[in-house]
């Protein structure tokens, strides 16, 4: 079975994100956002709308043409975002399952191999050649044999390039 969940960064900043646009005292917001963000990370996500739902009761519902920035429309679409990530929430649960509650590790990841093989914010959109650029990359950085085999290997001629007159035709 596959479990969404919803990465525990993301949900203390959309919180703090939005506690901040309809809170006018921002260390009263911080406190407030510092309970919630607490809260759902014990896994009170219900509680936490509920409280959510208290203050817009106080506040009130924002008008059909509100701003973007109005503090009631900010609110509601906290107590929304809440709602509807309630079931990817559960973090007591998945600290227990041993399951990682921040993409961060991953995201590293990711970032070193890019780095390391293609370097930073490059792009290849040539569809199957990226992989061959893996091989040879990954024989590039490696220790030992691997590009020397590799080039040695390949087909054709590992020493000369082919003119155009000797280049066999594309395969259709």
């Not at 960064?9 to 607490?38: F, H, Q």
């Not at 087909?155 to 280049?167: A, I, L, M």
Request: one cysteine or more.
């Amino acid at each position: 079975m596959i479990q969404l969940l919803m990465d525990v960064k993301v949900s203390p900043r959309t919180v703090n994100n939005k506690t901040k646009l309809y809170r006018e005292d921002a260390e009263a917001g911080w406190e407030m956002c510092l309970k919630w963000i607490e809260l759902c990370w014990k896994g009170d996500v219900l509680e936490v709308i509920g409280q959510l739902e208290a203050e817009q009761l106080e506040l009130g519902q924002p008008a059909e043409e509100a701003a973007e920035d109005d503090p009631q429309l900010k609110l509601k679409e906290m107590i929304i975002y809440l709602q509807n990530n309630v079931s990817r929430m559960d973090y007591p649960s998945y600290r227990q399952q041993g399951l990682p509650t921040s993409s961060c590790l991953i995201e590293s990841q990711v970032k070193e191999m890019n780095h390391r093989i293609k370097g930073s914010e490059k792009f290849w959109d040539d569809g199957e050649g990226g992989e061959a650029i893996n091989h040879v990359r990954a024989a590039l950085i490696s220790d030992g044999e691997r590009l020397h085999d590799h080039i040695s290997s390949r087909p054709g001629d590992q020493y000369t390039r082919p003119t155009r007159k000797t280049r066999q035709p594309a395969m259709t």
